[in-house]
């Protein structure tokens, strides 16, 4: 009997423990679960050396961060770091876009957005993990209630932004979804430090409008403003000073001669800017197209001519070039390329286009024109469209001689015009008006100098209401058929803005004193100068030109782009 009982007993005392084990389990798995609902950031800030014990602790070390422009983990302030800062620390961003209050980038592996008033940082956002656990109730418990409360909705958004007004200067705001009544206490989707940055430019003169700009200018000023010279040398000498301080000259086209490299183009550019008056930066330009037509200095890996970018013929290609064109001219403190060429190479004879051309067809040479285009203006440089009204049909070099094109308007519209209207519908701020002959629609002047093709086509029937600028008035194309003098006073009566005297100091000279002598004989009214100041001075305003100095250029990133992009895109 004693063995029979004993045999019963086991099995029961094996049932019970399996089931305290089971419920001790099943107690334990659930506050793992609810622990896990609810992380705790402990972890150090190797930037600020701060230690987030809690996410009212992070909530806390955000808002005192705000005071001087900082963010946790992000080294750099808004309103104080320049554009070389962080593309020395974090290198090339992975996207650029504009927006009403400036220019962001995209940093992905740092999962921050970093904005610019000009070359200075003035907005961080942050995407950090960690912020990301941080509730509305916890902002408003550490922060209370917000100076102002925005709203943010799109196909893909529905969100609330709290701000608040660090100080006079610098916002905080923290944006967060819109609260439901599935989740009415949501969590940070990431936060921005905006400081309201002032504009090294005069904050006076900035805030006057342009007429008032304008009419505080004297003629001299005014003209030089329409002036954009070239200059000798590799430094600046007494004649690049003169044109600078008593020509007032609107801007600068730099040569292959000019910048030998890096480290003498940067300090020749910025002893530029030094010598300039603040009030009206300068236009610093230079054709720097990719293939064989480069003038930057040495060092650079080059980008394929336009030709090879048609054959690979992909918008996101020509858009990734023409963004590294205007890395590059950046990294030297330029501000204007002359490109992209929007010719169709409609001719094999031509001798001075041919594989600067995207390709034979209008349709091409539009879509990747453009992307091009947009790619350079994508790093705030001002893009060129050229050259107007199409040089590809030709068979003679204006550098040497005056090319003729035998081509009426309808056949123009037909063909050559179809690249420059889609891009200035598409948001072109300058064209280049070419010196070519169109017999049947000006058979005494060049389209540099018609006011058929300039006026009546390129303004009221292309409907172009930026700024229009000469090719070089000091090529053999102008100057073994006119007296530049003369040439610059036409092109002018006819409605260019921006007159490009790309050689010798004493070309500059004469074509300043002809246009002051023009316009104090009545051949061109004053109002007519001012129409064009009021372009180029919009033109300035637009992309923020200022004096502003630069460092060292990255050559190596740059370069490292480059060579990816031919990677990716050339086989």
Do not use: C
Not at 177 to 204: A, G
Not at 207 to 234: C, F, N, R, V, Y
Not at 250 to 263: A, D, R
Not at 402 to 414: A, M, Q, T
Request: no cysteine; net charge neutral.
């Amino acid at each position: 009997m004693p063995k029979k009982r004993s045999s019963r007993v086991k099995p029961l005392v094996l049932i019970i423990l399996f089931l305290f084990l089971a419920t001790f389990a099943a107690i334990y798995a659930v506050g793992l679960y609810n622990r896990g609902k609810e992380p705790i950031v402990e972890e150090t800030d190797s930037n600020n050396n701060n230690q987030f014990s809690s996410v009212d602790a992070l909530v806390r070390e955000t808002f005192s961060l705000s005071k001087e422009g900082k963010v946790a983990r992000i080294s750099f302030i808004s309103g104080r770091t320049d554009w070389n800062e962080v593309n020395k620390e974090w290198g090339k961003s992975n996207h650029i876009s504009e927006a009403t209050k400036g220019r962001y980038e995209e940093y992905e592996n740092h999962r921050a957005v970093i904005g610019y008033a000009g070359n200075i940082v003035n907005d961080i956002r942050s995407y950090d993990y960690e912020l990301q656990t941080i509730s509305l109730n916890k902002i408003k418990k550490a922060g209370g209630e917000p100076d102002e409360v925005r709203f943010y909705k799109d196909a893909t958004h529905d969100q609330i932004i709290l701000v608040y007004h660090i100080t006079n200067a610098i916002e905080l705001s923290w944006i967060l979804p819109k609260s439901t009544e599935r989740e009415p206490n949501p969590k940070v989707d990431h936060i921005s430090v905006y400081t309201k940055v002032k504009n090294k430019l005069d904050q006076q003169q900035k805030a006057k409008s342009i007429s008032e700009i304008i009419s505080g200018m004297t003629l001299d000023e005014k003209i030089g403003q329409m002036i954009l010279a070239g200059i000798s040398g590799t430094t600046v000498d007494a004649n690049t000073q003169n044109l600078i301080t008593q020509y007032k000259v609107g801007g600068i086209i730099f040569y292959k001669n000019n910048l030998v490299n890096s480290e003498q183009a940067i300090q020749l550019v910025n002893q530029i800017k030094s010598v300039n008056a603040p009030n009206l930066p300068l236009l610093l330009s230079v054709d720097e197209e990719g293939g064989r037509i480069t003038r930057l200095p040495s060092g650079l890996v080059n980008l394929p001519p336009n030709q090879q970018i048609g054959v690979v013929n992909s918008r996101q290609f020509s858009y990734k070039v023409g963004a590294i064109l205007g890395e590059e001219l950046k990294s030297f403190g330029l501000n204007m390329d002359f490109a992209p060429v929007l010719d169709i190479n409609s001719n094999p004879n031509n001798p001075v286009i041919g594989d600067r051309s995207f390709g034979d067809n209008a349709k091409l040479v539009s879509k990747l024109g453009i992307q091009t285009m947009k790619g350079i203006q994508s790093e705030n440089i001002i893009a060129t469209i050229k050259h107007f009204p199409g040089h590809g049909d030709t068979s003679v070099d204006s550098h040497l001689e005056l090319p003729i094109v035998n081509k009426s308007l309808k056949e123009l519209k037909e063909f050559e015009l179809i690249p420059f209207k889609h891009a200035i519908d598409d948001g072109a701020d300058v064209v280049m008006v070419a010196h070519i002959l169109l017999p049947q629609l000006d058979p005494k002047n060049p389209a540099s100098m018609s006011k058929t093709v300039i006026t009546d086509v390129l303004r009221n029937q292309l409907g172009f209401k930026g700024v229009i600028i000469t090719d070089d008035m000091t090529m053999r194309a102008v100057t073994d058929h006119f007296d530049i003098g003369r040439a610059v006073v036409e092109s002018i009566k006819s409605g260019s803005d921006i007159i490009l005297v790309g050689h010798h100091y004493n070309n500059v000279v004469e074509t300043i004193s002809s246009l002051r002598s023009a316009v104090q004989k009545g051949e061109i009214p004053e109002q007519r100068i001012n129409e064009s100041v009021a372009r180029i001075i919009a033109l300035k305003r637009k992309y923020e030109i200022n004096n502003s100095k630069v460092g060292s250029a990255n050559i190596e990133g740059i370069n490292q782009s480059i060579t990816t992009l031919l990677n990716e895109y050339v086989k």
